[in-house]
């Protein structure tokens, strides 16, 4: 026999008003249009048949006797058994728990992304240094390729081909840009802006996607209120593009 009280997880001297209570709870944990998963359809079916007993008075009467006494009462307002709860599986606990923190995730990743675009908009910071590169002593290299060929006094080296630095003579000045709240590289110039680096591992140039995908997985999860297990893998990926950007930051700091 069913212990639908512990299906609705009541006492057995729960009110009305607390059975209704819980079972709206419930409904609205387990509801197929607010958790897709197979668990929960079976424990919504269960919910609903533990409901349609203890929500009516006489039915929940009957009930309460058929508990006390099993063996001599014949109740007829009862629905007969057809399964044994088991309660959710550790998998749908699992992601319920993780909900919340996907939820918060995807507020942080907007908030993440606003403050990228706050500061790559903000005036820029300019610094200007001298080119230590000396090309004559470089022997071996491929006119094509690019390399960290282009080093500076003021900051770390950057890519450029052999034929580039050409626009980057010996104790030439360099025009280094950065943004003005996180110091990230958004463009590098020659002496007299006539040639700009192209191959710049930037979170604001080559590598501008992350933050791109980042606001999008975050706006998805967002905007999308139903799957519970759709929300917590989507978590995930965020989380990892999340590190991806933060690491990519560092990469770009001068």
């Excluded at 607390?18 to 269960?46: C, V």
């Excluded at 399964?83 to 923190?101: A, I, V």
Aim: proline content about 5%; overall charge positive.
């Amino acid at each position: 026999m069913k212990d639908y009280y512990e299906i609705m997880k009541l006492d057995r001297k729960a009110s009305e008003a607390d059975i209704k209570k819980a079972f709206r709870k419930l409904a609205n944990q387990y509801h197929p249009d607010k958790n897709p998963s197979l668990e929960a359809e079976a424990l919504f079916k269960e919910i609903n048949e533990a409901y349609e007993v203890l929500g009516d008075p006489k039915s929940r009467l009957d009930y309460d006797q058929r508990l006390a006494s099993p063996a001599f009462f014949n109740y007829q307002y009862i629905r007969p058994q057809r399964s044994t709860y088991r309660g959710p599986s550790e998998k749908t606990l699992l992601q319920n728990s993780l909900l919340r923190y996907s939820r918060m995730l995807f507020y942080f990743g907007c908030l993440w992304c606003s403050v990228l675009i706050v500061d790559y908009t903000m005036p820029e910071d300019h610094l200007q240094g001298k080119v230590t590169t000396d090309m004559s002593k470089k022997t071996i290299f491929s006119p094509h390729q690019a390399g960290k060929l282009l080093t500076t006094d003021v900051g770390p080296s950057f890519d450029v081909t052999a034929t580039e630095m050409k626009h980057f003579p010996l104790q030439s000045n360099v025009h280094i840009f950065r943004s003005p709240l996180l110091s990230a590289v958004i463009r590098v110039e020659n002496h007299n802006g006539t040639f700009i680096v192209n191959n710049l591992g930037s979170i604001y140039r080559n590598f501008s996607f992350a933050p791109i995908l980042l606001f999008l997985g975050c706006l998805l999860g967002i905007l999308i209120k139903n799957g519970v297990e759709f929300h917590v893998n989507l978590g995930i990926v965020v989380f990892l593009i999340m590190i991806l950007n933060i690491v990519l930051l560092f990469s770009s700091r001068i």
